[in-house]
């Protein structure tokens, strides 16, 4: 399965190990940057990532800015784009199981590596419920 993975500066750290982890349990990473720790603005990363969620060309995805909502609420400006702001691994299941989320956002600035990746495991392994769930995802889209 490939995963797009987008940060800004403030989320450069842990997208890097993020990445690497994900390697190594055999995911393959779409990186759409951003490449360093230079302060860049977070719309020019979500968009591309959230753009190909919302036209089906990937499936899963993961952002990452210092607190998560900006790079959230871009996100989410797309068509068909759930992208849910977690920094609990309970709050990324729940968001797999009630909300179908298909994007991840994490605040790089306020998680531990070790948080970020159960997080991420935990969003990767979960699936959604459906049922009255689907009826209440199904009335997000404008
Ligand atoms: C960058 O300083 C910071 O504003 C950004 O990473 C993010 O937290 C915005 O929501």
Not at 90 to 106: K, Y
Request: proline share 3%; net charge negative.
């Amino acid at each position: 399965m490939i995963i797009g993975m987008a940060s800004d500066h403030a989320g450069f750290e842990l997208k890097e190990y993020i990445k690497k982890e994900l390697f190594s349990m055999g995911y393959d990473v779409k990186d759409y940057g951003t490449h360093s720790e230079e302060s860049v603005d977070y719309p020019d990363y979500a968009h591309p990532l959230a753009s190909d969620i919302s036209d089906g060309k990937l499936r899963i995805g993961i952002l990452i800015c210092g607190t998560g909502n900006g790079i959230s609420m871009t996100a989410n400006k797309h068509r068909n784009v759930r992208c849910a702001l977690c920094w609990e691994p309970e709050i990324a299941r729940l968001a797999r199981q009630h909300n179908d989320a298909n994007v991840l956002a994490m605040p790089g600035r306020f998680i531990s590596k070790e948080k970020a990746l159960e997080s991420v495991k935990v969003f990767l392994d979960t699936d959604f419920e459906g049922g009255r769930h689907q009826r209440r995802v199904d009335k997000i889209n404008l």
